[in-house]
């Protein structure tokens, strides 16, 4: 089955990850986690049928919003036709410019039960705009929540949770059972909030090759980082590192890996 129908007649797309929210218990604890206020600048990535766009319009009437499918986009103009400040634009939220939405002084809100088969390259993709934005809240498989939030040591820990955490905070909020969606996923959600550092507290020189090297790393999780870091650098300058190169990736905090790529940075 690829499709199911769901309540407006709209036949819910598993192709663009359509799990709609209609528990409005759960809709109520996203909405008081955003806390939306007038003249706050939202985003929403993937509106849907707009479960979460109708309370949030409410207490914030000028949004925008990013949805993939045309089909929904009809829909959604009807439903929100008395909201002249609601900007609905149809495209692929992997390759907006969220830039456009940014104005000095007043930093983006980034919002959305985002489509899971796309959450990570997304997430990817909205680092590059941390600069600009004030927080995000986002419903996201649990298991992606968990890698967020993971710590040096923890099994879900990666080149995901190094990287958020390198520009954000972030703060796994509440699960959401399978049951709060239509279709239901077959696995368990979670919101999560993320606010990004205004600086990090581990600057890197160079991101590029902080990102790199945690890739690199994490090609080869269970191997020492002397075995991958030699592929990368010359005996005398692995020999020059202020690290102990027994340990594996998947030990090292973000504060190490920052410390190694700015090492890096300066051999070259
Ligand atoms: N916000 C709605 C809700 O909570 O009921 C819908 C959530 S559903 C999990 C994900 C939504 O993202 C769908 O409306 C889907 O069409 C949309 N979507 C999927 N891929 C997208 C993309 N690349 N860019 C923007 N929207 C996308």
Redesign the pocket.
């Known amino acids: 089955m690829s499709s199911h129908k769901s309540h407006g007649g709209h036949q819910a797309?598993k192709r663009?990850?359509?799990?709609?929210?209609?528990d409005p218990h759960t809709?109520s604890k996203i909405v008081a986690a955003v806390a939306p206020k007038p003249g706050d600048n939202i985003v929403?990535?993937?509106?849907?049928?707009?479960?979460?766009?109708a309370p949030i319009l409410s207490r914030c009437p000028t949004l925008n919003v990013?949805?993939?499918?045309r089909d929904?986009i009809p829909l959604l103009q009807a439903q929100f036709q008395g909201y002249p400040d609601l900007q609905i634009h149809q495209?692929?939220?992997?390759?907006?410019d969220f830039s456009r939405f940014y104005e000095t002084g007043r930093p983006l809100r980034i919002i959305?039960?985002?489509?899971?088969?796309?959450s990570t390259p997304?997430l990817f993709h909205l680092l590059t705009y941390s600069g600009m934005v004030r927080d995000m809240h986002f419903?996201l498989q649990k298991e992606v929540v968990d890698r967020l939030a993971a710590m040096p040591g923890d099994k879900h820990y990666g080149r995901l949770s190094v990287m958020v955490q390198y520009h954000s905070q972030v703060q796994p909020l509440f699960r959401v059972p399978p049951g709060a969606?239509r279709p239901a996923?077959k696995v368990e959600s979670a919101i999560v909030r993320i606010v990004p550092y205004a600086e990090p507290p581990y600057p890197a020189t160079d991101i590029g090759l902080l990102s790199k090297l945690v890739n690199a790393c994490f090609q080869q999780r269970r191997k020492t980082i002397r075995n991958t870091l030699k592929h990368l650098m010359t005996e005398q300058q692995l020999a020059g590192l202020d690290i102990d190169l027994t340990l594996r990736p998947e030990t090292l905090s973000v504060a190490d890996f920052v410390r190694l790529s700015n090492q890096m940075e300066a051999f070259s």
């Open positions: 797309r663009f990850g359509q799990n709609f929210l209609v809709i929403e990535i993937g509106p849907g049928q707009g479960a979460i766009t990013v949805e993939l499918d929904l495209g692929d939220a992997l390759c907006t959305g039960n985002l489509p899971y088969n796309i997304l419903m969606f996923p």
